[in-house]
């Protein structure tokens, strides 16, 4: 908790004065260039060397609809944030839940989708909220799921991970007794294991967002309408179909 609150601390103190591009600047040069992780399948990630995903589909989307070439960045996770505010650039869609410790750091768009925080566990382990007391954790840094793990009374050693996949890793070796991460991850992961995982309780819900330099208005004002135009014209419907089977807008 401490760790989380100092790197959130740092990260409204590294919103540096630079400015960020505006729409007009952005617009002007014709190309956006988007930040996301690309290792949290299915929203982000490489298959071979191609980067992919349902947000990157979207992002991908919603930048050629509003007449722009995309670049697409990564950066690992715990980065994705510092480096907006530092103007390297322009977005980031990498599934981060609106919390009101990121909004003191950034501007957030209208949610692109909703979900929340699973409990995974090998068949037999924990399944329940009440059944974590004492157990072992494995959670992404920097994540909803690691500050919302540190507030159940009486959780075990809780360990983080740079990448979601390797928290993942640690439940299947048997290090930790629980994966914390996302629900819509959660299905892919269990549904790989052939009976080998069980997905529990939720242990929160989040609206999750992209995030844009504070106080680029100007951005995320055309940001919120081409996803508005995205969620309408049947591309939306469509990613998420593909991706999840089902559709995961905010209700
Ligand atoms: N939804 C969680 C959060 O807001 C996890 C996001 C992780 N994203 C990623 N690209 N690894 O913290």
Not at 12 to 22: E, I, M, P, W
Not at 105 to 121: I, M, R
Not at 204 to 224: C, D, H, P, T, Y
Request: glycine share 10%; proline share 3%; net charge positive.
């Amino acid at each position: 908790m401490k760790n989380a609150l100092v790197a959130l601390t740092t990260l409204a103190l590294l919103a540096s004065s630079a400015q960020a591009r505006t729409w007009d600047a952005i617009k002007q040069s014709g190309t956006i260039k988007i930040a996301t992780e690309g290792a949290f399948p299915p929203f982000n990630f490489f298959k071979g060397k191609t980067l992919t995903g349902f947000e990157v589909d979207l992002g991908t989307a919603i930048g050629k609809g509003l007449g722009l070439k995309v670049e697409w960045v990564t950066q690992p996770f715990d980065n994705l944030l510092i480096g907006l505010n530092q103007d390297r650039y322009d977005f980031v869609i990498a599934s981060h839940g609106i919390t009101p410790e990121r909004q003191k750091a950034v501007d957030f768009s209208n949610p692109h989708y909703c979900t929340g925080g699973a409990l995974v566990s090998k068949v037999g382990g924990p399944k329940m909220v009440a059944d974590l007391k004492g157990r072992a954790v494995a959670v992404q840094v920097g994540t909803t799921y690691l500050e919302n793990v540190q507030k159940v009374a009486g959780i075990g050693k809780v360990s983080t991970f740079p990448k979601d996949t390797d928290a993942q890793a640690a439940l299947m070796a048997g290090r930790v007794d629980v994966w914390v991460g996302d629900k819509f991850s959660a299905l892919d992961v269990v549904k790989a294991q052939k009976g080998k995982l069980q997905l529990g309780d939720l242990l929160f819900q989040e609206r999750i967002a992209m995030a844009v330099k504070k106080g680029n208005a100007s951005l995320l004002k055309e940001l919120n309408s081409g996803l508005a135009t995205e969620l309408s014209n049947g591309t939306y419907t469509k990613l998420s179909q593909q991706y999840f089977a089902q559709d995961i807008r905010c209700k």
